[in-house]
């Protein structure tokens, strides 16, 4: 495709694209510059999708003037638009093109239980929402609202640099901002009766520093305002998500069953608790109180690890210490045996042919499961791992390092598409996508698999076959291979969302790999299941809202452990098992005695000896009768 940039042709390279998002697609110009395209009507994401084929089509029309009029002077950390891209006579715009941020991480990444326990500390979260508020308060002194304020239109780089994106939504003028996400949004834009999460007043500042508060919940606690499972008591009906919102039904509430794998709200201290309250419960509005983050100091629980910001952990008693050797609990029809604890953080675990291998952080350094050293320095949350056998494998950007426990580490070059590194092993060899080629380690050194998108592949792998997509402007495509056999089958036709993707895992067993996306569609976030044979055809699909009370509702990463055609989910009701039949997939049983022993933030993997629970400190085996 090309486009002109002050009246210089330029020609858009599909395989640098940076991202896709609901509007447009991102592209990487080199010297530091990326261009954002809007999709036009007629683009693939909006095929057979008549409502999205008209809005793209009316915010082409605004933008026209709208771009045209930006303003000028917000503060630096707002990735304006720089230069507009328009046809060859410079009549219609385009896109624009805006400073291009590296290694940057979305906001909504330190609402995650995972990013955190990683190495995102308190302390970091505290600062990138103080630098956060700073530039929201430079943008309305300029007289511009943000309107859709949200945790993935802000990006984090360095420590503590929040930048905020997707200013082409912004609202000023006689510009109002028509898009809107339902997390983030006030419910005083909302009409009374609360049907429908569809603002009908327009947003405004005191909205804007409502959405900042959402972050601040988020950010700290890893859970928003509205969330956990609302269990009505009595004869009242559970309420939905548009209820709860009317109702102010929120986390605070007593009828609220709280996430198990937030962080507990009395973490926090009393007087930001009480801001909190006032303005989820109680309507209050205005500009966040900046001294309420500024003054937070947390520390690490010596005991249970957990942050906290008063003078003692109000999770556990101050000395207690972890279990040091395995203890077996049981709990109706099941028994669960712990395996390892650690006073650390476990941070990556598989199973190898029915055996468990683990990485933990402890002492300054990442361990084995044997307390080996792979690489001494503090908890790092961009780091990405993999296990084969006794060899590590940690990725950062374009580069994997192959750690054997003994000799120097073999560094490989791969692609690296929105900052996760396209590499993975099973127990017999390890995998890579780099230079448009996608490869695996063979007897004589490195062997070709077959073609895929250069910087653009996911790539997941199992026992049997794996699995890689790519998704880059309107390009779609996805492959499975042989986990043994040279050669790739391409051009899988995938049930695709049409929103874009904000994170991707899958699991495997056997000839079937889980395939789960999360999107971001509509102001609200979708997880979808593609269940894939090894021969590349869609077994079965589903779809649910995130944060609803159900097997696919949960955190996208939450443990699903695949068993044959059937996959174990892990909720805070228990272990939920799920059957592949008839090309449906569907909850058949729960096991509610599992209730102590798991959460919707732990991982389930499959060992010899029976169901393997990753938490953050420990590692534990369950057998259900």
Not at 190 to 199: E, F, T, Y
Not at 397 to 416: M, S, Y
Not at 454 to 483: C, I, K, N, S
Not at 518 to 530: K, Q, S
């Amino acid at each position: 495709m090309d486009i002109w940039l002050d009246g210089a042709k330029v020609r858009v390279d599909v395989a640098r694209a940076l991202g896709k998002g609901g509007e447009a697609d991102v592209f990487d110009l080199g010297g530091g510059r990326a261009l954002k395209l809007f999709k036009p009507p007629e683009h693939p994401d909006f095929t057979g999708l008549v409502a999205e084929q008209d809005a793209a089509r009316h915010r082409l029309d605004e933008h026209q003037r709208k771009l045209r009029a930006f303003p000028s002077g917000l503060p630096a950390r707002v990735v304006a638009p720089q230069t507009l891209a328009t046809d060859r006579k410079g009549r219609l715009v385009l896109g624009y093109t805006m400073r291009k941020l590296d290694d940057a991480e979305p906001l909504r990444r330190f609402g995650e239980p995972s990013f955190r326990r990683a190495g995102a500390s308190s302390a970091r979260v505290v600062k990138v929402l103080c630098d956060l508020h700073q530039t929201l308060a430079g943008v309305h002194a300029a007289g511009v609202v943000v309107g859709d304020f949200n945790d993935l239109n802000v990006l984090v780089t360095g420590e503590a640099d929040a930048h905020l994106i997707d200013t082409d939504s912004f609202q000023f003028g006689g510009f109002t901002c028509s898009v809107f996400t339902e997390r983030f949004l006030d419910p005083l834009r909302l009409p009374g009766a609360g049907q429908a999460l569809v603002p009908t007043r327009p947003a405004s500042e005191p909205s804007d520093w409502y959405a900042f508060t959402v972050a601040v919940l988020q950010s700290l606690l890893c859970v928003g305002p509205h969330g956990g499972i609302h269990r009505a008591k009595g004869p009242t009906a559970r309420l939905t998500p548009a209820g709860r919102v009317a109702q102010r039904i929120t986390v605070f509430h007593p009828d609220v069953q709280y996430p198990k794998p937030a962080f507990p709200l009395r973490t926090l201290p009393d007087a930001l608790l009480h801001h909190l309250v006032r303005v989820f419960v109680e309507d209050q509005r205005g500009v966040f109180p900046l001294p309420l983050l500024e003054q937070l100091r947390f520390q690490a629980c010596p005991s249970c690890g957990v942050e906290h910001a008063r003078s003692a952990c109000p999770t556990c008693q101050p000395h207690a210490t972890a279990a040091a050797t395995p203890v077996s609990s049981a709990r109706g029809q099941v028994t669960a045996t712990a395996l390892f604890s650690t006073r650390g953080v476990i941070v990556h675990a598989s199973v190898e042919e029915g055996a468990p291998r683990w990485l933990y952080h402890a002492d300054g350094a990442y361990r084995r499961e044997d307390g080996r050293v792979v690489l001494r320095g503090p908890l790092d949350p961009s780091l990405r791992w993999a296990l084969q056998g006794d060899v590590t494998l940690v990725g950062r950007g374009g580069r994997v390092a192959v750690c054997a426990p003994d000799g120097t580490p073999e560094v490989l070059g791969v692609d690296a598409p929105g900052g996760h590194p396209a590499f993975a092993a099973n127990a017999r060899h390890r995998y890579w996508a780099t230079a448009g080629g996608l490869w695996r380690d063979g007897v004589h050194g490195p062997e070709r698999i077959g073609e895929v998108l250069q910087g653009q592949t996911r790539l997941f792998v199992g026992a049997r076959f794996g699995l890689g997509f790519h998704r880059a402007g309107g390009l779609r495509g996805a492959f499975v291979f042989d986990a043994e056999r040279l050669g790739l089958r391409d051009g899988l036709s995938l049930p695709w969302p049409a929103g874009p993707l904000t994170d991707a895992t899958c699991v495997f067993d056997g000839a079937l790999a889980w395939l789960f996306l999360a999107e971001e569609a509509a102001g609200r976030t979708r997880h979808h299941c593609i269940v894939v044979g090894a021969d590349g055809g869609v077994r079965a699909q589903a779809v649910a809202e995130a944060g609803e009370d159900s097997w696919l509702g949960g955190p996208l990463r939450s443990g699903r452990c695949a068993v044959g055609d059937a996959l174990f989910c892990a909720t805070d009701a228990g272990l939920v098992r799920v059957e592949l039949g008839n090309g449906r997939l569907e909850a058949v049983r729960g096991f509610p005695d599992t209730e102590p022993f798991v959460d919707s933030g732990c991982q389930v993997l499959l060992s010899r000896q029976g169901l393997l629970v990753v938490g953050r400190q420990a590692l534990t085996t369950l057998r259900m009768a």
